[in-house]
């Protein structure tokens, strides 16, 4: 069956180290998403890609870059981790921009 | 400033009854609403949606309605069972085809 996968599934890091999170879809969706989910704040949009090669910021993008070389994956960096940046990230893909977006298991990061 | 709001953090409901989930939003331009809905330690699964040409949608238990004027759409499940309790999450969507979220309803049925 085609998914959406996440890892790792727990991340414990130190201030000022780089972190990247994988996210790998097998549905070959051109559309894919980061989000972080903290208390109070609901699932918030970090960066998105439409395809290969395209990558855009969302709402909460500072701190964070993504890169997209194939339709699968679209790895999560946080390029000097902080601890305002401990969160529950996920991933996400939909095929097109009306199509119903599709959420991985999640990633609980914690930056100490 | 949130564009989409659920005011109520939690929500408790007896077996069999009604479970009733609000959400508002701000922006006039979102068309297209959604409801995910989340167990501990797995990412959100989409539940229903609704267009913003409807004022109604439904699908077995789960009945979404949305009142334009007020911005406003609400989630009905009936009746309530122990497996529904989870957090639900209002999603909006317009011309930007990007989803915004509101905070999370954490419904609990009790048996």
Known sequence: DAEITQSPRHKITETGRQVTLACHQTWNHNNMFWYRQDLGHGLRLIHYSYGVQDTNKGEVSDGYSVSRSNTEDLPLTLESAASSQTSVYFCASRAGSTDTQYFGPGTRLTVL | ?111
Request: hydrophobic share 35%; proline share 5%.
């Open chain 2, 1 to 111: 400033d949130q564009q989409v709001k659920q005011n109520s953090p939690s929500l408790s409901v007896q077996e069999g009854r009604i479970s009733i989930l609000n959400c508002d939003y701000t922006n006039s331009m979102f068309d297209y609403f959604l409801w995910y809905k989340k167990y501990p330690a797995e990412g959100p699964t989409f539940l229903i949606s609704i267009s913003s040409i409807k004022d109604k949608n439904e699908d077995g238990r789960f009945t979404v309605f949305l009142n334009k004027s007020a911005k406003h759409l609400s989630l009905h499940i009936v009746p309530s069972q122990p497996g529904d309790s989870a957090v639900y999450f209002c999603a909006a969507d317009g011309s930007a085809r990007q989803l915004t979220f509101g905070s999370g309803t954490q419904l609990t049925v009790l048996p």
